[in-house]
Every structure is written in structure tokens, then in C-alpha cells.
């Protein structure tokens, strides 16, 4: 359910596979770590593929197109995403020491490939006002089934404001998710809470949540954690965002 993720000799963090590692969450997701010059290309004729950048300066290309993305560090609060279809071939150069989350999962419907640009993606602050402001996050949603209903996944981002909780009240939910952990600082921490397991959150680490376990998120006071997430829609029960299930002595948080 938990693991600290190191680079292996092909500079790629990879957290769970189709088949492999945490199969059960039923998605590819790595991330590939790439410097300067470098460029690499992937096609899979199963999959959709969406590719967040977290930090640096690529250039991104597919059917003929290429687009900048630039990002200083994962906290900058603007994102660039591209999401593509089966059969379609990116490649990507990076003009600095650049890191790339790359997201997949099967799915047969062929759509059009969306280049997300920050202008696209709302971050919304929740949780000033609740609980004396200790749930207080920023989350985004690059895509979900609101605004890509022909995609089998969903890919977010939440910033943890520090020594305040998230994905709070506990909650659960029958799609698998994966959290992939960035802190402000190389030493920050927090707690990932997984049913009655408790694990600690550091750089680099993820945590792969399975059908119907209660998770939420805590960072230390002082250090700002930012976690990418990231969902498998079941097939013919999607997830919304009102798909989140508060056991029955957590109800009084809601009110």
C-alpha cells in the first residue's frame, strides 16, 4: 500500500504497473527524470497517456504538433498536461534537467489529443473555514469525468498547506487511487493514512490506495506537500466528485 520510490538506472520512479507492481490499481504510472538534451518517445497501442510535467523545460510533440511546457518546481500552481489516446506517439526533449509523470491505463475509445495549459485548470481553496482552518488545501483537477467522460482515469494535483490535513473528512471509495508525494523541502514529512495503517510520507514516496479503504493526508507544520492523484475509473462506475463515501462516525464532520 506504501512505498518509498527510488530512480532506477533508466532515471524513471516507477510506481505501480498493468500486470506488475500494485497491479491492482490497474495504471501505469512512472516518473522519468530526464536531462538536459535528453528525449525520449512512447506509443502503446493499449493505453491513454496523459504526461504532467513537475519541473523543467520540454518541448512536447504528437500528430504533428509540439508545445512548450515549463515548470520551476512542482508548487508552481500551473500545470501543463497533455492527454492522448491509444495509438498516438509523443516524444518529448528537455531543454533543462526536467521531471515528467507519465499516467496509463487501457481504453479502446480514440479521442483528441487535449494539450491542458494552466488558463485550463481551476485551483480551487477549500477548507478556510472548516474545522478552525486545519483542513485548509489547495486542489486541482486537471481531468476528470466532468471534462474528459471518454477517459478511464483522473489526474489531480493537491497542495497540503503545512501542519493541516487533506482528503479530509476520512473517506473511501471503490476506484483505486495512487498519491505521489513532493514536499517545499527535501526533509519535510507528513502521515498517509490508508484504513488502519499509518505510513510516513516523505520525497518521493507513494501510497496506493484499494476499493473502499478510508484515506486522508497530514504534513508537519512548516513544510508544504504537494501529492499528485490519480484514479482508475471502474468500468461502468466512474468516479465523480461526489463519489466520496465518509464512514458513519466521521457524518458530523460533513454538517
Known sequence: MFEIINYNENNERVLCEIGGKHSDMNMNIKVKKLDVDEAFALYSEECETAFLILQGDVE??????????????????????????????????????????????????????????????????????QWEGTGYRIVSTVFDYDNAPYSNMVLGEVYNQPGRWSSYPPHHHPQPEVYYYQFDKPQGFGAAFVGDDVYKSVQGSAVFIPDGKDHQQVVAP??????????????????????????????????
Not at 78 to 107: F, G, M, R, W
Not at 115 to 123: A, E, H
Open 60 to 129: 512536447i510533440s504528437w500528430n504533428g504538433e509540439t508545445k512548450a511546457m515549463t515548470r520551476e518546481t512542482p508548487f508552481v500552481k500551473a500545470a501543463y498536461c497533455l492527454h492522448v489516446p491509444k495509438c498516438t506517439e509523443v516524444s518529448i526533449k528537455a531543454n533543462k534537467e526536467s521531471e515528467i509523470l507519465i499516467q496509463q491505463t487501457d481504453n479502446d475509445i480514440m479521442f483528441t489529443p487535449v494539450f491542458y495549459t494552466p488558463d485550463m485548470i481551476l485551483y480551487q481553496h477549500f477548507g478556510k473555514d
Open 222 to 255: 512548516g513544510y508544504e506537500m504537494c501529492y499528485i492523484w490519480m484514479i482508475r475509473h471502474i468500468d461502468n462506475d466512474p468516479w465523480f466528485k461526489t463519489t466520496r463515501f465518509v464512514s458513519d462516525e466521521h457524518q458530523w464532520l460533513t454538517k
